[in-house]
Nanobody, 124 residues
Framework: QLQLVESGGGLVQPGGSLRLSCTYS????????IGWFRQAPGKEREGVSC????????NYTNSVKGRFTMSGNHAEMTFYLQMNSLKPEDTGVYSC?????????????????WGQGTQVTVSS
């Protein structure tokens, strides 16, 4: 059974950095892309970034471009979200998800498995 587990969240001051990890187990995901999502209190979940199945394509929401970077690969069964220059508006529960994507040219159109999430709080 596929399981995704996030880690690396915490409390950080504005301008600081965190690196989130998404580790999966249970089934091989070679044809799956990975996405990062976040949900702030009282707001809907939003997509933050994604990577295609073989890493040939990545995308970021406008508010994090230039500050966040996805990395990792299926060989390690771990993907990362490096978050720099954090702002209070980046606060939320961050979750990773896996979705079928075999073209390596885009984000998964839908996601089939989700992790439980890790809390990120940016505050002074």
């Amino acid at each position: 059974q596929l399981q995704l587990v996030e880690s690396g969240g915490g409390l950080v001051q504005p301008g600081g950095s965190l690196r989130l990890s998404c580790t999966y187990s249970g089934v091989p995901l070679d044809y799956y892309g990975i996405g990062w999502f976040r949900q702030a209190p009282g707001k809907e979940r939003e997509g933050v970034s994604c990577v295609s199945s073989s890493g040939g394509y990545t995308n970021y929401t406008n508010s994090v471009k230039g500050r966040f970077t996805m990395s990792g690969n299926h060989a390690e069964m771990t993907f990362y979200l490096q978050m720099n220059s954090l702002k209070p508006e980046d606060t939320g529960v961050y979750s990773c998800a896996a979705g079928y994507e075999m073209t390596d040219r885009g984000c998964p159109p839908k996601y089939h498995a989700w992790g439980q999430g890790t809390q990120v709080t940016v505050s002074s």
